[in-house]
């Protein structure tokens, strides 16, 4: 069973930055997308950003400029570099896998158990 493990939250001051790491563990073959989403208290869950095998990226239109999604294919991993953090970036941020391949299994998806971040002073 494939399973994704995110570390790297906790609290930063506002202007500072962080970076997250995923890693898919398990018998893996090939995962489609990885991404990052994040949730606010009382807010719904957002896509921040993604990164498809080939590469190409889509970022949330308030991050873009600030935070970078890199991967990493042969160590089925994503990172997330998030620079110029502001109190609205506070969230739980999960990690999640699209079209996971796996010896005589495919998933649609697969979520991380989330890492929160706080930017506050």
């Known amino acids: 069973q494939v399973q994704l493990e995110e570390s790297g939250g906790g609290l930063v001051q506002p202007g500072g930055s962080l970076r997250l790491s995923c890693a898919a563990s398990?018998?893996?073959?090939?995962?489609?997308?990885m991404g990052w989403y994040r949730q606010a208290p009382g807010k719904q869950r957002e896509l921040v950003a993604n990164?498809?095998?080939?590469?190409?990226?889509n970022y949330l239109d308030s991050v873009k400029g600030r935070f970078t999604i890199s991967r990493d294919n042969a160590k089925n991993t994503v990172n997330l570099q998030m620079n110029s953090l502001k109190p609205e970036d506070t969230a739980v941020y999960y990690c999640?896998?699209?079209?996971?391949?796996?010896?005589?299994?495919?998933?649609?998806?697969?979520w991380g158990q989330g890492t929160l971040v706080t930017v506050s002073s």
């Open positions: 990164i498809a095998g080939a590469g190409y990226t």
């Open positions: 999640k896998a699209d079209g996971v391949r796996s010896p005589g299994q495919w998933s649609r998806e697969v």
């Open positions: 398990g018998s893996i073959i090939s995962i489609n997308t």
